[in-house]
């Protein structure tokens, strides 16, 4: 049982390029979490899926896409990467259910740097 | 105000001391809680579930107050491995629609020294 994986683990971008941060979780959750995280902040909720085929935004949207066609995957899109959006990002995932719902698990974060 | 708040700290204990965490939250209608752990440029990590009667984990002990909307964390004989920022959490139904929405406090910080 792997968990949460995310990869890179860590990528320098130049001004306007694009790349996809990618998700995957083998726990069947159906919630899926992107975050990001400024040094020295907390976390901001970026998008987020309830499940397969459904997703939203969350607080800070701008900037990024996503998509959900499987239960397991949920990659984050930058489009023309800008310096603000040098960060580290966490992929996490839940389950709704009677038992242990909402309790977030994440993956081990992609540090990106936009030059 | 913050939908949950956080003393930032930091809280600097000598190792063996006991240290109590706060957090606030804004919306009654919350329904789950939440403490995770936070080392430094690693990603949070569940510590513990909070249950409105109370629970204990070893050294930590996690109430809520409904009433009072607030959540405490408390750490028992404090080790040097305890040192990390601590998360609160709060779950809630969001605004638009029936999906769950969570949200993590700042953090507080903590540093146990020798």
């Known amino acids: 049982n792997a968990g949460v994986t995310q990869t890179p683990k860590f990528r320098i971008l130049k001004i306007g390029q694009s790349m996809t941060l990618q998700c995957t979780q083998d726990m069947n959750h159906n919630y899926m979490y992107w975050y990001r995280q400024d040094p020295g902040m907390g976390l901001k909720l970026i998008y987020y899926?309830?499940?397969?085929?459904?997703?939203d935004k969350g607080e800070v949207p701008n900037g990024y896409n996503v998509s959900r066609s499987t239960t397991e995957d949920f990659p984050l899109r930058l489009e023309l990467a800008a310096p603000s959006q040098t960060s580290v990002y966490f992929c996490?995932?839940?389950?709704?259910?009677?038992?242990?719902?909402?309790?977030?698990?994440f993956g081990p974060g992609t540090r990106l740097t936009v030059t | 105000r913050k939908e949950v708040e956080q003393d930032p700290g930091p809280f600097n204990v000598p190792e063996g001391a006991t240290v109590a965490f706060n957090c606030t939250y804004s919306?009654?209608?919350?329904?789950?809680f939440f403490w995770y752990r936070q080392d430094c440029r690693k990603e949070p990590k569940l510590l513990m579930s909070v249950y409105s009667s109370g629970n204990e984990d070893g050294r930590f002990t996690a109430q809520l107050n409904r009433a009072s909307q607030y959540i405490s964390l408390l750490i028992r004989d404090s080790k040097l491995s305890d040192s990390a920022t601590y998360l609160c959490?709060?779950?809630?139904?969001?605004?638009?629609?029936?999906?769950?929405?969570?949200?993590f406090g700042t953090g507080t910080k903590l540093q146990v020294i020798p």
């Open positions: 919306n009654s209608a919350s329904q789950s």
């Open positions: 959490v709060v779950s809630g139904r969001g605004n638009s629609g029936g999906y769950q929405k969570v949200t």
């Open positions: 996490a995932s839940s389950y709704s259910g009677q038992i242990r719902s909402y309790e977030q698990y």
């Open positions: 899926s309830v499940g397969a085929g459904i997703t």
